[in-house]
């Protein structure tokens, strides 16, 4: 059951009430905190990648890696970095190039004969943070590829019940970020046992700003 649109817009303009101005536009938060859900057992193991209507405001930094015709592809159509595959095997053993890479890019997309050496190389260091390339073959719409992960969040569950993701930035309309919030809610809320009753509540908050509760 989607969350009353209603109920989303009067909490983003309480939000900008109490939001103080800063110099730089502030990202907004949505804070999901669970209810009845052990973090520890299977069914409570939530990370989802959500594609949001209206991007996060400022398009997330992706890395390809690729060779050949898809690399050149790759670049053309903007990605913030292309691997390729001369580069990704010098990365080997080179642990903090690969924690630099894994904070700055904010997903991977790699070609699919590449992920056994990208699993080789960046697999303990992409890994635990839920950032290990999308596989796709040498004949993809990189473009597009790339454009949709632009629009990417990941949604995870880290040891506590509480679900934390960007829902946008403070100079989208409030019709786009409560349009990204029901995008988010439709997806969490089908991958719990109970749906809404498996959340207890849920906020907005600027990345200053204090959280501001969304009534259920």
Same mark, same amino acid.
Not at 118 to 126: D, I, S
């Given at each position: 059951?989607?969350?009353?649109? +209603?109920?989303?817009?009067?909490?983003?303009? &309480? %939000?900008?009430? $109490?939001? =103080? /101005?800063?110099?730089?536009?502030?990202? !907004? #938060?949505?804070?999901?905190?669970?209810?009845?859900?052990?973090?520890?057992?299977?069914?409570?193991?939530?990370?989802?990648?959500?594609?949001?209507?209206?991007?996060?405001?400022?398009?997330? +930094?992706?890395?390809?890696?690729?060779?050949? &015709? %898809?690399?050149? $592809?790759? =670049? /053309?159509?903007?990605?913030?970095?292309? !691997? #390729?595959?001369?580069?990704?095997?010098?990365?080997?053993?080179?642990?903090?190039?690969?924690?630099?890479?894994?904070?700055?890019?904010?997903?991977?997309?790699?070609?699919?004969?590449?992920?056994?050496?990208?699993?080789?190389?960046?697999?303990?260091?992409?890994?635990?943070?839920? /950032?290990?390339?999308?596989?796709?073959?040498?004949?993809?719409?990189?473009?597009?590829?790339?454009?949709?992960?632009?629009?990417?969040?990941?949604?995870?569950?880290?040891?506590?019940?509480?679900?934390?993701?960007?829902?946008?930035?403070?100079?989208?309309?409030?019709?786009?970020?409560?349009?990204?919030?029901?995008?988010?809610?439709?997806?969490?809320?089908?991958?719990?046992?109970?749906?809404?009753?498996?959340?207890?509540?849920?906020?907005?908050?600027?990345?200053?700003?204090?959280?501001?509760?969304?009534?259920?």
């Amino acid at each position: 059951m989607p969350l009353d649109t +209603k109920n989303i817009l009067q909490s983003i303009k &309480e %939000l900008r009430e $109490k939001s =103080k /101005k800063r110099n730089f536009v502030q990202s !907004i #938060e949505l804070i999901i905190n669970l209810q009845d859900i052990d973090p520890k057992k299977p069914e409570g193991k939530i990370q989802e990648t959500i594609e949001l209507p209206h991007g996060i405001g400022k398009g997330n +930094k992706i890395c390809v890696i690729a060779s050949g &015709e %898809l690399a050149l $592809k790759a =670049k /053309k159509a903007g990605a913030d970095l292309v !691997i #390729e595959r001369n580069e990704l095997e010098a990365l080997t053993g080179d642990k903090k190039k690969q924690k630099n890479l894994a904070k700055t890019y904010d997903f991977f997309i790699s070609e699919a004969p590449l992920m056994p050496l990208v699993g080789k190389v960046l697999g303990a260091t992409l890994g635990p943070k839920g /950032k290990m390339p999308v596989p796709v073959p040498p004949t993809a719409n990189i473009a597009e590829q790339i454009e949709k992960n632009r629009r990417t969040i990941t949604v995870r569950l880290r040891g506590q019940p509480v679900l934390q993701c960007r829902v946008g930035t403070e100079n989208m309309s409030d019709e786009e970020i409560a349009e990204n919030v029901q995008a988010v809610i439709r997806i969490v809320e089908g991958k719990l046992k109970r749906g809404i009753k498996n959340i207890r509540s849920i906020d907005l908050k600027t990345a200053m700003g204090p959280p501001i509760k969304i009534s259920l």
